[in-house]
């Protein structure tokens, strides 16, 4: 029998009362014979949360705190939940955001640098249209 322990297979539980002083008591722990034992002090609501919390953080999303205004509640989470998926439009977003919260001006000749930076840059495209005849309009 190890320390702490009692005939039954208790565990001695040793604790402050508050203004009571120090109390020593004992408890049958759950599945203690087996050798499986659980962690009495978390709630199955407790644990189911720290659970989802974990999933979240393998998917690489964190939970925070905002403080703001009571009207831009539904904004706040409505933009978070368009930020937390990972496609094109998330990544629109993003940027745009970025540059509005930095204060950044715009650059003349941001069409010109999008469209260098487009897949067809070098692409061997005919442009080129048939020439069609004017129509006759009266005035």
């Known amino acids: 029998m190890r320390e ?7 565990v001695e539980v040793i604790g402050f009362g508050g ?22 002090s978390t709630t199955p609501q407790k644990r189911a949360l720290d ?5 979240l953080n393998q998917q690489g999303m964190a939970r925070f705190e905002v403080l703001g205004r009571d009207a831009d509640r539904e904004l706040i989470r409505s933009l978070a939940k368009r930020l937390a998926g990972d496609d094109p439009e998330s990544a629109r ?3 745009t955001i970025r ?24 692409a061997d495209l005919d442009l080129k249209r048939a020439p069609t005849p004017g129509r006759k309009v009266e005035l």
């Open 99 to 122: 540059l509005a919260v930095s204060g950044e001006e715009l650059k003349k000749g941001g069409i010109l640098d999008a469209l260098r930076r487009s897949p067809l840059v070098g």
């Open 51 to 55: 659970r989802y919390r974990k999933r």
């Open 93 to 95: 977003i993003r940027a």
């Open 19 to 40: 203004n009571r002083g120090r109390t020593v008591g004992w408890y049958n722990q759950s599945g203690y014979i087996a050798g499986y034992t659980v962690d009495v």
């Open 4 to 10: 702490g322990e009692n005939v039954l297979g208790g």
